[in-house]
């Protein structure tokens, strides 16, 4: 009868509730876990360059400012890692936004080829300065790729700069662009040094927040251990992943595919 089934409904949109008020409450305490964890990580991080800065000033206060030729040794050291600190407040940021979803991708059609020959002029002389053979290679120049054009350039922007980082006097660089063998609605993107490489325990945390294989030499090279986690959520919100391979004292491949338009 009719009233048994007012009930019914009733119970039912009663359920339904009870259960976007489950999801809700899981999401907030994820988001609280995330948040407490962000504050942790970010704290630690913070504290390296602030404590070199703050020592570098010290010094100069405690008579070091009289010596010309410390001076502005002093002063050089404290800028760099004030220039460090900006840098790793702007990944921090950015990483930030993207874990929690306030960043989104724009998705839209561009030309693949346009992009990274943007990534090629960005990086060029920075590769040629580590006496790196910086080269790019593409199969399809005219084809056109779904994705939020800025992003993609930072995905491979930063993957570019890792192989330049961790690679060796006289080494190689390869950015590729390829047609995909399995799918043909995709490319292949890839990027390929003839660096130190990464050990297969390290491989798979190196998209972790903040994980480093060399804490020091990530810094020395201007690190913050959050490019390849940026590249990571980026890669995710296109529907793609980053596969990386590498062969430890040898070099590395990191590769992700993208749809065709
Ligand atoms: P970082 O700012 O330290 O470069 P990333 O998130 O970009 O941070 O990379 C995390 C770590 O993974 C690096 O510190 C490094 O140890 C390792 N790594 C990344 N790319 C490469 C590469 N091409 N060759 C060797 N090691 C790499």
């Known amino acids: 009868s009719s009233g048994t089934d007012e009930i019914d409904q009733m119970l039912q949109e009663v359920a339904a509730a009870a259960e976007t008020i489950e999801q809700e409450f899981y999401r907030l305490m994820r988001l609280e876990n995330y948040r407490k964890e962000f504050i942790g990580d970010i704290s630690h991080e913070l504290k390296t360059p602030i404590f070199a800065i703050q020592g570098f000033v010290e010094t100069l206060l405690d008579g070091a400012l009289e010596d ?8 050089e050291k404290a800028m760099k890692n004030v220039n460090r600190l900006t840098i790793l407040t702007n990944d921090l940021m950015e990483i930030a936004k993207l874990e929690t979803g306030e960043l989104k991708s724009h998705i839209r059609p561009f030309y693949i080829a ?6 090629q002029d960005t990086l060029q002389y920075r590769a040629a300065e580590e006496q790196l053979a910086f080269s790019v290679q593409t199969d399809e120049p005219d084809c056109r790729v779904m994705g939020d054009r800025n992003q993609l350039r930072q995905v491979m922007v ?3 700069e890792n192989a330049i980082k961790y690679n060796r006097p006289g080494g190689k660089v390869t ?3 390829q047609r995909s063998p399995d799918h043909a609605k ?7 040094d003839t660096g130190i490489g990464i050990a297969p325990e390290h491989l798979e945390r190196v998209t972790e927040r903040f994980f480093r294989v060399d804490k020091s030499r990530s810094r020395d090279k201007g690190g913050t251990g959050l ?7 980026i890669l995710e919100s296109h529907g793609s992943s980053l596969q990386a391979q590498s062969v430890y004292g040898q070099g590395s491949v990191f590769s992700f595919y993208l749809k065709k338009a």
């Open 68 to 75: 010309e030729n410390v001076n502005r040794v002093f002063l």
């Open 114 to 119: 346009d992009c990274v020959q943007e990534v």
């Open 158 to 160: 930063n993957l570019v």
């Open 175 to 177: 950015l590729r662009v």
């Open 186 to 192: 995709k490319v292949k993107v890839s990027v390929e």
């Open 227 to 233: 490019g390849l986690s940026i590249v990571k959520h």
